[in-house]
């Protein structure tokens, strides 16, 4: 049997306001994360580790930076026509912006028919996970339906927060796809959980081309995958789930395995830094077999100078990135991206410093993040005073302060 042809498309063209000011100056998927990633990049690994290396990223807002970075990090020989390329709104179309996710793809067609697959993988931008998408390729391929969805299962009190999937009798066919559902069933295996939707699918690439033209003669459709396309298909039966629990990424453990975090607000995208830096972390960036890539600077080795009382350079249950330079001061449960710079007497915890970013001497960072290139000059506090802090940055409902890129502190 031959190996059935695939191209991906990662859509990458939401604005991500609910990650302001993070997204002020760049495009969710390029937002940086884990000290020296970007959002983009998990997707884009999943896909390089399964061998599918035909990928397209459809961008629109603010996408200079993403571009930037897709297109400087993710080359690929082009020996056997492989490649990574941003694909920017084009207006093929006429003169009009995308107007949704299932827009995009419509207005992107010719990258489909130029590219002949079978089959067509398409991924969200923005979630941290691992995935081997081979093998919910196979199940699709198998099934001979029309789209596959992947889904994460979560617990039934959670349903009013996802895209709800409701499995047919047989567990795999759908039988309704629902928005945040206040009266959603749980699974027949497990009565107290649901399918939630991932935002990964898996096409028959006939099937994608029909109905994004239908639905682009519908007035009343939103022109959304998640919300239009995707019960489309379920009304028509061409739609199975996808169990994310089944699907086996070398080298995960049981502490990481399944791990999928949507970073779509201020207070994820903490929550998710903090998985990362506990001694067995809930979500394992280490593990060798399935590595996230992306493009590394020039930098130096991490640096920790002075051991004086007082003036002492230590990080503790921290990740420091290349290039960082803690001068007498420490970190503890924080995040140091690459060429951060702690003075004297800085002390920061339970943080997120982005690239660039210098704590002065005898500043305090408490329950921060701080984006790229932002001066904390000496002796302030942030985390400290919470009414303070409010009149100065945006401060999110759990309390995390969230400083702006290249903004300017006062005391």
Known sequence: MATPQVLSMVLAGGEGKRLLPLTADRAKPAVPFGGMYRLIDFVLSNLANAGYLKIVVLTQYKSHSLDRHVSRTWRMSTLLGNYVTPVPAQQRLGPRWFSGSADAILQNLNLIEDDCPDHVVVFGADHIYRMDPRQMVDQHVASGAGVTI???????????????????????????????????????????????????????????????????????????????????????????????????????????????????????????????????????????KWPIYTGHEPLPPAKFVFNEEGRRGYATNSMVSAGAILSGGTADRSILSPDVHLESGASVSDSVLMDGVRVGRGAVVRHAIIDKNVVVPDGVQIGVDLDHDRERFTVTPSGVRVIEKNQVITG
């Not at 994310?244 to 830094?273: C, I, K, M, Q």
């Open 150 to 288: 992947a889904a994460i299962r979560q617990p039934l009190s959670l349903a009013d927060q996802f895209g709800v999937i409701e499995a047919g009798a047989d567990g795999v066919s759908v039988s309704a796809f629902r928005e945040k559902p206040k009266d959603a069933t749980g699974l027949a295996d497990a009565p107290d959980q649901i399918y939630a939707s991932m935002g990964n699918y898996v096409f028959d690439t006939r099937v994608l081309i029909d109905i994004v033209k239908q639905d682009a003669l519908d007035t009343s459709s939103r022109h959304d995958v998640g919300g239009d396309i995707i019960p489309k298909l379920v009304q028509a039966g061409q739609a199975q789930v996808y169990d994310f629990a089944d699907n086996e990424v070398p080298g995960s453990t049981e502490r990481d395995r399944g791990y999928w975090r949507d970073v779509g607000t201020l207070d994820a995208f903490y929550e998710a830094h903090m998985d990362l830096i506990s001694v067995h972390p809930i979500f394992n960036l280490y593990n060798r």
